[in-house]
């Protein structure tokens, strides 16, 4: 292909439609191509969320954001804040409505009517859109050239939206792109699953498969706590699975030591109000077994894990309980330990943490600081978020800033 683009944009995904569309919205003249590898655009989009596309979050803090220099993205996410992501879809004919942990979703509650807004826009604003064109090779000149399945693209400003690893080769995420790009000098810091489910030691697990449970779920390193969310914890015949996992995995295989999760089975209630609670069943319940003397207090199968931890026999009296063992079982519920092994890996993850070094990139526009018109957005910079609508909603608002750029630079080389 002979005619050079203003823009190659490399990955239609969440942020590199958000930036073509952006672009063409500012400034209709500028040439954009979209280079996707798969033979849809928004493929992964459209699973996220469960199907209903978590884009953004009410609660708009930098601490939900990880990576070397969560700094990077502050700029990012406050130009582009959650009401500027929602302004920009409203004006594609998408309108939100948020839950009670602020997590925002398309009214239809559909990840389709984002896709379709981005799909239908980019066709309407002469977008360019590319599919099955792997970018295999770049090289840099006067103009960038990208070497493709569908043969060359030559382009004044390329924008390298290609993800990371996360959901895996079937959604397009295999890091083709970063390494690449490390073969070109660019550095990365070490990119590790996040946002997954957690495999553990299996004996406890394995038994108490399919059990949901409202705890509070606590990554525990070396013997100290380092990260702990509550919420409904799934277990499953490899380990642990559940919003309050899914959050504190990020540790797992990116801490050096020792990592085990704690389970607080009764996050409500204190130790104190346990004992007590397990005092007064001994005495009201004490002709019973151990195998149902925690049966009204949690699921009976866990119940009896806890029992079984505590180093006693389900087939035990419970009026034979002593102090201590009501002191050890209520500690037990508190703190019910399982050491992690390792992640189910970046197929099912969500999200990549490490990427590219942000210190390559100007945080404000997103270009490489020693390749003028070359620029990251989204997951391939070394930025991850927390689950909640983070993660896209930095791969918006890191792609409005590069678009802001192509354009400002587009109309000083015109004036
Ligand atoms: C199951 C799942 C659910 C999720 N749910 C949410 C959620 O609800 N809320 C949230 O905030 N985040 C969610 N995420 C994370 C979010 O989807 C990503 O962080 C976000 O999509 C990253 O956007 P991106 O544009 O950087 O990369 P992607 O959306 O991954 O897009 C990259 C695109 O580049 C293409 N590509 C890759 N290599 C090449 C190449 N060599 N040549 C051409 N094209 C290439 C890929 O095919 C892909 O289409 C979820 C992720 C998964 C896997």
Redesign the pocket.
Same mark, same amino acid.
């Given at each position: 292909m002979n005619s050079v683009y203003d823009v190659c944009v490399?990955? &239609? &995904? $969440?942020?590199?439609l958000a930036a073509a569309i952006y672009i063409k919205q500012k400034e209709r003249e500028i040439s954009v191509a979209v %280079?996707?590898? %798969?033979p849809r655009?928004g493929?992964? %989009?459209i699973? !996220? @969320?469960n199907g209903r596309?978590?884009?953004t979050n009410t609660d708009e803090s930098l601490s939900h954001y990880h990576g070397q220099n969560p700094g990077f993205a502050e700029y990012a996410l406050k130009k582009y804040s959650n009401t500027e992501i929602e302004n920009f879809f409203n004006n594609l004919g998408v309108i939100f409505v948020s839950d009670e942990t602020g997590r925002v979703y398309p009214s239809s509650l559909q990840a389709s009517s984002v896709v379709d807004a981005l799909r239908f826009t980019c066709d309407s604003l002469g977008v360019n859109t590319f599919v099955n064109?792997? =970018? !295999?090779d770049v090289t840099f000149g006067d103009t960038y050239t990208l070497k493709t399945e569908k043969g060359s693209f030559r382009a004044k400003n390329i924008v390298f939206? $290609? @993800?990371l690893f996360? &959901?895996g080769v079937r %959604?397009?995420?295999d890091g083709?792109?970063l390494r690449l790009l490390k073969s070109k000098g660019e550095k990365s810091t070490v990119v590790t699953p996040a946002i997954v489910q957690i495999n553990t030691e299996t004996d406890i697990v394995r038994s108490l498969k399919g059990i949901k449970v409202n705890a509070t779920a606590a990554m525990i390193i070396n013997g100290k706590p380092f990260r702990s969310e509550k919420g409904e914890v799934l277990f499953c015949d490899y380990g642990l699975s559940g919003p309050p996992i899914l959050q504190i995995a990020r540790a797992v295989e990116r801490e050096k030591g020792e990592k085990t999760v704690s389970l607080d089975l009764l996050p409500d209630s204190s130790t104190d109000e346990i004992i007590s609670v397990l005092s007064s069943f001994k005495r009201t319940l004490h002709y019973r077994n151990l195998d149902e003397y925690l049966s009204g207090l949690l699921n009976k199968r866990l119940g009896q894990a806890v029992i079984k931890a505590a180093g006693l026999k389900l087939s035990s009296n419970v009026g034979g309980l002593s102090k201590n063992d009501i002191v050890k079982i209520s500690s037990l519920i508190k703190n019910f330990r399982i050491k992690a092994l390792s992640t189910t890996g970046f197929e099912n993850s969500? =999200?990549t943490a490490g990427g590219l070094c942000t210190n390559g990139f100007d945080n404000k526009t997103m270009m490489s600081k020693l390749r003028k018109g070359m620029y990251a957005?989204?997951?391939?910079l070394d930025i991850d @978020?927390d689950c909640g609508?983070?993660?896209?909603?930095f791969?918006f608002s890191s792609a409005f800033c590069a678009a802001d750029s192509i354009v400002k630079e587009y109309k000083n080389d015109k004036a």
């Open positions: 490399i990955g &239609g &995904g $969440a942020s590199g %280079l996707e590898r %798969l655009i493929k992964k %989009l699973i !996220t @969320g596309c978590n884009i064109c792997m =970018v !295999t939206a $290609a @993800g996360s &959901g %959604l397009g995420c083709s792109i969500q =999200v957005i989204g997951e391939i @978020g609508g983070y993660n896209l909603h791969a």
